[in-house]
């Protein structure tokens, strides 16, 4: 059904650590989006088919209201809130599975906690170079997202049966919010044959991509149309566009995680933008999205000019300094990474 891609050694591996395991702990990125909620979800519920002791997914921080409808996200514990909770968890656990990341200061405040675990540490991912900080690493940056991966390792395990609905639900969840609804990082034909395999397992795609894309609040909607009418800014002669929100911004807005969520793609329906730039202010720092079409490879762009990284056509980054600042830097990178130099003859 599907190409084998996963080494039998670590299929071995992982069969054995969960074998033996008995306490599990599934931890993601900061700030999590619906992959690193679904991948990690969808592997509690997998988990859960076993008699184990205990099984928790720990995220550092708030995750979109969007999200929260998923199979098993009111069990999900916030690092943030339940620092001492979530230490001891990590601290007793057999086996610490680090889902959508790559790079262990993507975890944030709760890095630390994870670094002192002597629990077996798996990353499952789908990001470029991965960091060596895990006993195993099964990193796969050709998948469209972590949660399809984890829906291959469950396959390759043998276990397909495994997967009820409310797993199905979680990796499919994760699999269309990580390639935009399959508008992009999508174009692999096997795809569509976990998406066939997951519906028969019950659920409705349609219902999912209508909680996710189309259940907002009105704060959420005023601030887009604030957005594309106020502050979006074409550069045309780069076929470029950006977007920059304060804090202050933000707050007039009501801002609660995940409204932003999807913005940075809004200026790419402009036939004539390839490349989009979203710079958002945070509290000690500004977080920046990215997304492009065709060749331009936004993710160089990202580790160039603002720390980051991520897939060609979808990445992120970070800068220390103020919006004035990024948008300086930003505008130079233009002069020297034009999307007009990477459009094919």
């Given at each position: 059904?599907?190409?084998?891609?996963?080494?039998?050694d670590?299929?071995?591996?992982?069969?054995?650590?969960?074998?033996?395991?008995?306490?599990?702990?599934?931890?993601?990125?900061?700030?999590?989006?619906?992959?690193?909620?679904?991948?990690?979800?969808?592997?509690?519920?997998?988990?859960?088919?076993?008699?184990?002791?205990?099984?928790?997914?720990?995220?550092?921080?708030?995750?979109?209201?969007?999200?929260?409808?998923?199979?098993?996200?009111?069990?999900?514990?916030?690092?943030?809130?339940?620092?001492?909770?979530?230490?001891?968890?990590?601290?007793?656990?057999?086996?610490v599975?680090?889902?959508?990341?790559?790079?262990?200061?993507?975890?944030g405040?709760?890095?630390?906690?994870?670094?002192?675990?002597?629990?077996?540490?798996?990353m499952?991912?789908h990001?470029?170079?991965?960091?060596?900080?895990c006993?195993?690493?099964?990193?796969?940056?050709?998948?469209?997202?972590?949660?399809?991966?984890?829906?291959?390792i469950?396959?390759?395990l043998?276990?397909?049966?495994?997967?009820?609905?409310?797993?199905?639900?979680c990796?499919?969840?994760?699999?269309?919010?990580?390639?935009?609804?399959?508008?992009?990082?999508?174009?692999?034909?096997?795809?569509?044959?976990?998406?066939?395999?997951?519906?028969?397992?019950?659920?409705?795609?349609?219902?999912?991509?209508?909680?996710?894309?189309q259940?907002?609040?009105?704060?959420?909607?005023?601030?887009?149309?604030?957005?594309?009418?106020?502050?979006?800014?074409?550069?045309?002669?780069?076929?470029?566009?950006?977007?920059?929100?304060?804090?202050?911004?933000?707050?007039?807005?009501?801002?609660?995680?995940?409204?932003?969520?999807?913005?940075?793609?809004?200026?790419?329906?402009?036939?004539?933008?390839?490349?989009?730039?979203?710079?958002?202010?945070?509290?000690?720092?500004?977080?920046?999205?990215?997304?492009?079409?065709?060749?331009?490879?936004?993710n160089?762009?990202?580790?160039?000019?603002?720390?980051?990284?991520?897939?060609?056509?979808?990445?992120?980054?970070?800068?220390?300094g103020?919006l004035?600042?990024a948008?300086?830097?930003?505008?130079?990178?233009?002069?020297?990474?034009?999307?007009?130099?990477?459009?094919?003859?």
């Open positions: 059904m599907l190409t084998k891609i996963i080494d039998n670590k299929i071995h591996k992982l069969k054995t650590y969960i074998d033996k395991g008995d306490k599990f702990v599934i931890v993601s990125h900061e700030m999590p989006d619906g992959d690193a909620i679904g991948s990690s979800l969808g592997l509690y519920h997998y988990l859960m088919s076993f008699d184990k002791k205990s099984i928790k997914v720990i995220v550092p921080n708030r995750f979109p209201a969007f999200l929260k409808w998923m199979p098993g996200a009111i069990d999900v514990i916030l690092y943030e809130q339940y620092p001492d909770f979530a230490t001891q968890l990590i601290n007793e656990a057999d086996v599975f680090c889902l959508d990341l790559n790079a262990i200061k993507r975890l405040k709760m890095a630390d906690a994870v670094a002192a675990s002597d629990a077996r540490k798996i499952i991912d990001h470029p170079d991965p960091d060596d900080f006993k195993m690493i099964v990193s796969y940056p050709e998948m469209s997202s972590t949660s399809e991966l984890v829906f291959r469950i396959c390759a043998g276990d397909i049966d495994l997967i009820e609905k409310e797993a199905a639900e990796i499919f969840t994760g699999m269309m919010t990580d390639t935009g609804s399959f508008g992009y990082s999508s174009n692999n034909a096997e795809i569509y044959i976990i998406v066939s395999e997951l519906i028969k397992k019950g659920i409705d795609k349609d219902e999912i991509y209508r909680k996710v894309n259940v907002y609040s009105e704060h959420r909607l005023r601030l887009m149309g604030y957005v594309l009418y106020e502050k979006m800014k074409i550069y045309p002669d780069k076929k470029t566009a950006m977007f920059v929100l304060s804090q202050e911004e933000l707050n007039r807005f009501r801002y609660k995680s995940g409204d932003t969520e999807g913005f940075v793609n809004l200026p790419l329906s402009i036939g004539e933008i390839s490349f989009s730039i979203f710079f958002r202010e945070e509290t000690n720092l500004i977080k920046i999205s990215m997304r492009s079409t065709g060749d331009f490879p936004c160089r762009f990202a580790a160039e000019y603002f720390n980051g990284g991520g897939h060609k056509n979808a990445s992120g980054g970070e800068f220390y103020t004035e600042e948008v300086k830097v930003f505008e130079n990178g233009l002069i020297q990474f034009n999307p007009n130099n990477f459009e094919k003859s």
